[in-house]
């Protein structure tokens, strides 16, 4: 396994629109178990490839506080919601950013797992959110887009200034 670099806002490859990956095979489980070791190193509960500069539909996710619950979902798609709930998100890719977003409180969703075979996985709480915020990365779309334009380009000229500062 290897740690992968992440993009940071306002990095352009975060708009790409992810890719369906058409087979699940050993590369796709390598790309899965590398972004797993960034996530946990980084340390985050979720990580999408798009965030890795690998623009297909795969994201990583473990919300357990031992870190023994990593899930996989590969072309993962909502089939329901219900609710709404609000809470305070970040994101690996807005370092140092937290900010209120609202979210369905519960949702269904189907993907296919490392086998290659189609699961559903109901959820609700933190992994509800954590499964719509890594789903909008693979529309191209971070979860500062949810706030005020002004707050967005706060956010943006102090990432912007930070990645001057530290490059």
């Known amino acids: 396994m290897a740690q992968l670099p992440i993009i940071y806002y306002p990095d352009p490859r975060l708009h790409t629109k992810a890719a369906k990956v058409d087979r699940v095979d050993a590369s796709i489980r390598q790309l899965a178990a590398d972004m797993a070791e ?4 980084a340390p985050g509960v979720g990580l999408a490839a798009t965030q890795v500069d690998r623009h297909i539909q795969l994201i990583v996710i473990d919300v357990s506080e031992d870190k023994s619950s990593l899930q996989t979902f590969i072309n993962p798609e909502i089939l ?3 609710g709404e709930c609000e809470g305070e998100e970040g994101c690996l890719s807005v370092p140092g950013v937290y900010e209120t977003v609202t979210r369905s409180a519960w949702v269904r969703v189907r993907a296919l797992g490392l086998d290659g ?3 559903e996985l109901e959820a609700s709480d933190l992994l509800a959110v954590c499964i719509q915020h890594e789903m909008d990365h693979l529309q191209g779309k971070v979860f500062v887009e949810y706030l005020s334009r002004l707050k967005q380009s ?3 000229s102090k990432l912007t200034k930070h990645a001057r500062v530290t490059a």
Not at 38 to 41: E, K, S
């Open 38 to 41: 960034t996530m946990y190193a």
């Open 80 to 82: 329901a919601r219900e």
């Open 154 to 156: 706060r956010i943006k």
């Open 117 to 119: 075979q189609p699961f």
